[in-house]
């Protein structure tokens, strides 16, 4: 059974940094892509950021020049590493997990149960 075990959320004021971490368990193979999203109350549920195998990122605006994605060097580990947040921030995030083979016709997606950030002084 595959789990998805998200940690480092936490309360932090205005233009403090937090790190959140996800390991994914259970899994023989590579994830393709890993990410990150968030829901605020009363919003729907976005992206946040995202990062290939093979490194390539994606960001939300609303958070690009502050946040960064990295991949662990332990299979199916991923990083949000925020700097400078802001109380619109504040939201569950959720770790997200996909893996595609096309020629198997699969593609699996896992997410996390999310960590509360919450932004304020």
């Known amino acids: 059974q595959v789990q998805l075990v998200e940690s480092g959320g936490g309360l932090v004021q205005p233009g403090g940094s937090l790190r959140l971490s996800c390991a994914a368990s259970g899994f023989l193979f590579s994830m393709n892509v890993m990410g990150w999203y968030r829901q605020a109350p009363g919003k729907q549920r976005e992206l946040v950021a995202m990062?290939?195998?093979?490194?390539?990122?994606n960001f939300a605006d609303s958070v690009k020049g502050r946040f960064t994605i990295s991949r662990g060097d332990a299979k199916n580990t991923v990083y949000l590493q925020m700097n400078s947040l802001k109380p619109e921030d504040t939201a569950v995030y959720y770790c997200n997990a996909v893996f595609v083979r096309t020629d198997w016709g699969r593609r699996d997606e896992y997410w996390g149960q999310g960590t509360q950030v919450t932004v304020s002084s």
């Open positions: 990062i290939t195998s093979g490194g390539s990122s």
